[in-house]
């Protein structure tokens, strides 16, 4: 019995009380805010993809062993546009908007100008993020939405573009220890030239408003040339160590061009995004403190990451661990009548299976022509220097048909032992599992029926042991008569501390961020 993408759910804006079937810690303290696609027809309009739908957030609140659950559409000019006129005006990635056939002409050319320089939507369905004090629901566009994480309301419409030049920005920021937030942005054609941009927004100040958010003191810290000037990669995160930013200019690429003509050629913007099979896989490594890339050139085999683990220094190494896949099929994956089939037919036969894979930097390049700089004694990854001078990158394959990484965030950009993930054998999870990276060990969590999403995990306060904690997931649970729950499971054995069920519909999301009670 599989999880149905393409229906709409439904929003639940007041708070309902849980049920918690078993026993929840004591310090288990704070807000549980998860976003993700959950409106797929307008009127007589549908979505092609599942990443288009309409962003719906919720929250699981967990004070004094009890929980609130509540959820709410976000109110973007995206949502209410299309609402307004009972149809899908605006375009997401997957699904170009077109305008009602009895529209006159000068409506369908103001239309056609909008997507030749497109105004992106702000749909922000990707994931739950914070600048400074302020909470922000976000895609990857050069569109954030400010959130009110209590009660869900939407709140402020902010523009990147005003405060740096970026077009398109992750949804997976990196955070220190002092609140700043580190992200990375496309600036497309500006002055001539593509690069990426990597830069902070420091914790300083009280909540924003329109007027006065975090983002308007953004610095940034490096520039990247792109590898050609209309067809940037596209990424999704990127790494980040004490000294170091680990960027990966992957063989996926979005040709502008293609993008300005695609309304007119009736095609979407996704159909725009390419993979180049042939093409190397560029490793960028930039010094945090001089604000520049490192002279070492790497790379690697084609690959397409959408996800770090994490990445930290050992010993005049950088460590980096990413999900990786051969090709760009997962992106294809979800479009909704292919998740209807393998909902009948069973996997995607062209799906290619991820990977997790340990990549090595040394970060010194002394050594002969074809000599493996790796010093590292406990990794199978390779660094080969070639005869221009280039390091060859071969990576060590940790396990296999994993996603949706999660580590315990206070040993980001630090060693790590443990990783939470789904299993990733198709488009919707069975199972969850905490991977071992020192002894390739895992630990699963399933159940029968039921649809597990990105497991992440909450330390204990004070812990010294980097699995002392517990993981949340939410749930869905198709068996008949029974509800869908939030699951907390212990840490270190992986097993069951409470389920917590609730009288309404969950839907699967992408990604999330817990808000500890005293913040």
């Not at 007041?14 to 805010?33: M, R």
């Not at 309409?54 to 609140?61: D, E, P, R, Y």
């Not at 997401?92 to 529209?103: I, L």
């Not at 502008?256 to 042939?278: D, E, Q």
Request: include cysteine; charged fraction near 25%; aromatic fraction near 12%.
């Amino acid at each position: 019995m599989g999880y149905d993408y393409g229906k709409n759910r439904s929003e639940h804006p007041e708070p309902i009380q849980a049920e918690v079937k078993g026993s929840l810690p004591e310090w288990l303290q704070g807000t549980l805010v998860r976003n993700g696609p959950g409106l797929f027809s307008v009127g007589e309009t549908s979505y092609n993809h599942w990443f288009d739908g309409m962003a719906l957030m919720h929250s699981f609140t967990i004070k004094h062993g009890e929980v609130t659950y509540r959820s709410k559409y976000l109110r973007g000019d995206t949502y209410n546009s299309n609402m307004q006129a009972n149809r899908i005006v605006v375009s997401e990635m997957g699904t170009m908007a077109y305008p009602h056939p009895s529209k006159n002409i000068f409506s369908k050319v103001i239309t056609f100008l909008n997507h030749t320089v497109p105004d992106f939507t702000d749909n922000c369905a990707g994931n739950i993020i914070k600048y400074g004090n302020d909470y922000y629901a976000t895609s990857e566009t050069n569109y954030i939405r400010r959130i009110d994480p209590v009660t869900l309301e939407t709140q402020d419409k902010v523009d990147y573009q005003k405060y740096i030049a970026v077009n398109l920005v992750t949804s997976h920021p990196h955070y220190d220890k002092e609140g700043t937030t580190y992200n990375i942005g496309t600036s497309i054609a500006d002055k001539g030239k593509t690069k990426y941009m990597i830069f902070k927004v420091p914790a300083v100040g009280k909540s924003g408003s329109a007027e006065s958010p975090a983002l308007k003191n953004v610095e940034t810290i490096c520039t990247l040339p792109c590898r050609s000037l209309l067809t940037p990669s596209y990424y999704h995160s990127f790494g980040m160590t004490e000294n170091y930013f680990v960027f990966i200019e992957q063989p996926l690429k979005l040709d502008i061009l293609k993008m300005a003509t695609a309304y007119l050629r009736g095609v979407n913007w996704a159909s725009c995004l390419k993979f180049h099979p042939n093409d190397e896989t560029l490793i960028h490594l930039i010094d945090r403190k001089t604000k520049k890339e490192v002279g070492i050139k790497y790379y690697t085999g084609t690959m397409v990451v959408y996800h770090h683990v994490n990445a930290f220094e050992e010993d005049g190494h950088v460590v980096f661990d990413v999900i990786a896949y051969d090709d760009n099929s997962l992106y294809d994956m979800f479009y909704l009548d292919k998740l209807k089939e393998q909902d009948t037919s069973g996997p995607s036969k062209t799906f290619s299976k991820p990977k997790c894979k340990r990549f090595v930097l040394p970060l010194n390049d002394k050594g002969e022509a074809e000599e493996d700089l790796v010093k590292l004694k406990y990794t199978k990854a390779s660094a080969v220097k070639e005869k221009e001078g280039k390091i060859l990158c071969q990576p060590e394959v940790l396990t296999e048909g994993v996603e949706l990484p999660r580590i315990n965030y206070l040993y980001n950009g630090q060693k790590h032992r443990y990783v939470y993930l789904t299993i990733a054998e198709k488009a919707e999870s069975t199972m969850i599992t905490k991977l071992d990276v020192e002894t390739k060990q895992q630990l699963d969590w399933t159940a029968e029926n039921c649809f597990p999403s990105e497991p992440m995990f909450i330390p204990r306060p004070g812990a010294t042991e980097e699995d002392d904690g517990v993981v949340l997931t939410a749930v869905i649970n198709s068996n008949p008569g029974e509800s869908d729950y939030l699951l907390v499971l212990e840490g270190k054995s992986f097993k069951e501390v409470a389920r917590v069920y609730v009288n309404v519909e969950l839907h699967i999301d992408m990604h999330g961020y817990f808000i500890p009670q005293n913040d």
